[in-house]
């Protein structure tokens, strides 16, 4: 991993940083110093956005993704990290896709990941900077009602994983975090497709944005290869390596009906598949009452190294204590004497 720069002293473009989480990254990078410039298609939300460039963007097309990262080039000069968050959705089993549908949300999610990197890549060469793709615990586990979204967020773990090593071997300076976030309380909810014809929801527990959003930032200055964000998404992780068919079992039961309120939805109801929706939504959805303003797992994942050094320093101390009143016996290992 190479040196980053902080954060206050970071160019970091993000597509996808209108509303949801890319909004709550671009507002929290803004606060921390950073100079931040984010591309969307809600034009409402692009306008109220508090960064310092925006531009209207559909990261599905290869031109205007490339439009974004020439913006943050030419108005500061670089860029240090890009972002990839944008992403749609449609709630329908597999066989009830249509084929515009999935392609759709893959030329969204993953070709609009992919457009960012290769658009990024020349810049982030030289900034010996940091590609942060939000990916989904979903990466590791397909779930029912999500086989567009689950497998789109796949294909980009293991692109961005193949990517990481060749960028390894030329010994770029560019590092690759890719982001595994649990269920986040968004806007997305109310704007996704789906053919359930009833109110979507994230699975729970179910997270602020903002929390979430600092665990990214942390990756813009010290990149983590893969990092779960939230309890929800490294229990799945962990159950997934454990026993998938366990998984299984478990989503028979619960994988429909943790997604969805009992408040019914057209089917045929506005959504932001194809076109933005009007208004800016922020980055919260309408789950506040539900949601965790904070993530111990993630806090914890993120300082685990002064974490570990402080429980070590806290056992070598117990047992400098013991040695003093308990001194080692005759013909003890020498061993302990070095610890105390």
């Not at 300076?173 to 909810?189: K, M, R």
């Amino acid at each position: 991993m190479s040196r980053k720069k902080p954060l206050s002293e970071q160019v970091v473009v993000i597509g996808g940083g209108s509303y949801g989480l890319g909004r709550a990254i671009a507002e929290r990078a803004k606060g921390r110093g950073a100079r931040v410039v984010i591309g969307a298609r809600t034009q409402e939300a692009l306008e109220s956005a508090a960064v310092d460039v925006a531009v209207e963007t559909d990261v599905a097309d290869r031109s205007q993704v490339e439009r974004l990262v020439t913006a943050a080039v030419d108005r500061f000069g670089r860029v240090d990290t890009y972002i990839a968050n944008a992403m749609v959705t449609v709630y329908s089993e597999a066989h009830r896709l249509d084929d515009e549908e999935l392609r759709r949300v893959f030329d969204v999610n993953f070709f609009g990941a992919v457009y960012g990197y290769w658009a990024a890549l020349p810049h982030l060469r030289a900034s010996r900077g940091t590609f942060v793709q939000i990916a989904s615990a979903l990466s590791y586990r397909g779930i029912p009602l999500q086989a567009a979204y689950c497998s789109s967020k796949a294909a980009l773990r293991t692109f961005f994983e193949t990517a990481r090593v060749e960028l390894a071997k030329e010994q770029s300076g560019v590092d690759i975090s890719v982001i595994l976030p649990g269920a986040i309380n968004t806007p997305q909810f109310d704007r996704a497709r789906q053919k359930m014809g009833l109110q979507p929801q994230p699975v729970p527990p179910i997270y602020e944005p903002e929390p979430f959003a600092d665990g990214v930032l942390h990756c813009c200055e010290k990149p983590i290869r893969e990092l779960p964000l939230g309890w929800g998404a490294q229990k799945l992780l962990w159950g997934q390596k454990v026993s998938p068919r366990a998984g299984d079992l478990v989503l028979l039961r619960n994988g429909w009906k943790g997604q969805h309120t009992e408040e019914l939805k057209p089917t045929g109801s506005p959504d932001n598949l194809f076109e933005p929706m009007p208004g800016d939504p922020g980055a919260h959805g309408r789950f506040d009452d539900q949601s965790r303003a904070t993530t111990a797992w993630t806090w914890l994942r993120l300082r685990r190294g002064k974490v570990g050094a402080a429980l070590g320093l806290g056992t070598m101390g117990v047992l400098a204590g013991l040695s003093g009143r308990y001194p080692p016996r005759k013909g003890m290992s020498q061993t302990w004497r070095f610890w105390s």
